[in-house]
C-alpha cells in the first residue's frame, strides 16, 4: 500500500468522526430548541387563555348587571327594594326558592311602557359536543373540578350559564362563546364551560361565585383546571359593585 493511500484513508476517517460529532451536536440543540418552544407555545397558549377567561366572566357580570340596575321596584314605590319586593327571586337546582348556592336567578323588569319582561340566568349541564362540537373531550369529568360548586355536572357535561327573556329572544344569551363555538373554530386554549351560584338573603347585597373551566395547558394529558371570581352586587347601590377574583 501506497503512502499516498494511507493518508487518504486516515483523512477520510477523521472527516467521518467529526461529522457524526457534529450531527450528535445538532441533535441536541434541535432537542433543546424543540423543548424551548414547546414550553414558550405552551405558556402563550396558558395566557390567551387566562385573557379567555377573564373576558366572558366580566362580560357575564356586565349582562348581569344591566338586568340587575333596572329590576322592577315595589309597586308604586319609586324608593329602594325591600326584603319583600326585592324585583328577584332564586331558585335551586330543583326549582324551589333558595338563598345560598342557588342555581337560578329570575329578574323582573318593568318597562316604560308599562310592559313587562323576566330574564332568567340559570345553569345546565351540556354534553361537550352540545358546547363544542368536540367529541374527544366527552371523556373529561369535570366533576371534580366543580367541588364545591351549586351545580355539580357529570362524566361528560360541561356546566354552561344561560340568559334567556320571556318576551324578548334577542337578549338571549349563553356563556361560554355565546354557543358559537363548533369543532371547526373551537381551539383548546379556550374555555369549556362557566357556571354562576347565587347567594342572597334579606337586604344583603347579591354575592356571585362565577367559575370558568378550562383544559389545564401545563399537563400533556386532558385535565380541567377552574378560574373563580366572586362579584359582590349591592341589594340597590348600584355604584359599589365589587369584584374578588381567586
Known sequence: ????????????????????????????????????????????????????????????????????????????????????????????????????????????ITKSSGATEQITIDNQCLAPGAVTGLSRLSALNIAATMSGNCLICTPGKVPVVTFTSNSNPASNRRFPHNGAKSAATFRLTEMLGMSVCFDQTGIAPLVLDQRAYALNLDLEVDALKATQRTTIMPFDNFGNVRLESK
Open 1 to 108: 500500500m501506497s503512502r499516498s493511500n494511507v493518508i487518504h484513508s486516515n483523512e477520510s476517517g477523521t472527516t467521518l468522526i467529526e461529522t457524526m460529532i457534529a450531527l450528535v451536536i445538532l441533535a441536541a440543540i434541535m432537542a433543546g430548541a424543540s423543548g424551548l418552544w414547546r414550553s414558550y407555545n405552551r405558556a402563550a397558549k396558558s395566557h390567551d387563555a387566562a385573557e379567555s377567561l377573564g373576558a366572558e366572566m366580566t362580560e357575564l357580570t356586565s349582562t348581569l348587571q344591566r338586568f340587575w340596575i333596572v329590576r322592577t321596584r315595589p309597586p308604586g314605590f319609586t324608593g329602594s327594594y325591600t326584603a319583600t319586593n326585592p324585583g328577584f327571586s332564586l331558585f335551586d337546582a330543583a326549582s324551589k326558592p333558595c338563598t345560598t348556592g342557588c342555581t337560578k336567578l329570575v329578574i323582573g
